[in-house]
């Protein structure tokens, strides 16, 4: 059990490498600020901020639950976790399809959920470190 506890540091640095990439990523969505569709980048924005987010909450689920201490925090914010991303994806939908909004769009706060978690899964596979890839 301690090291499935240890290797919980290697999802900080996976999330944080598939933040920093969606960052990145938001940094080339920017000249959409000047043709008058800033939703796209917002949007992304707003994806890849609540995912991360998100992300760090399951670690922080994963490693009260892996310590044994405090469990039921563990499942609390597993719970928090989930109100995030409907939080986010509400926002973006009351804002994209209710309201009109020009500043967000839901199908960019969606696929700034998804980048996160397809880079974070294509870190995992291949920056394994010494085992074969299933």
Request: net charge positive.
């Amino acid at each position: 059990m301690k090291a499935a506890f240890l290797k919980l540091i290697h999802f900080k640095y996976r999330t944080f490498l598939a933040s920093l990439l969606g960052i990145v990523i938001f940094l080339c969505f920017i000249p959409f600020f000047f043709t008058g569709n800033m939703s796209y980048a917002l949007g992304w924005l707003v994806g890849i901020i609540f995912s991360s987010i998100a992300l760090f909450f399951s670690e922080l689920s994963a490693s009260m639950t892996l310590a044994r201490k405090h469990s039921y925090f563990g499942v609390m914010f597993l719970f928090m976790r989930l109100i995030i991303y409907a939080g986010g994806l509400l926002i973006g939908a009351f804002g994209t399809f209710y309201f009109s909004f020009e500043f967000i769009n839901f199908f960019f706060v969606l696929g700034g959920y998804l980048f996160i978690h397809l880079v974070f899964i294509l870190f995992t596979y291949f920056l394994k470190e010494g085992s074969e890839h299933v």
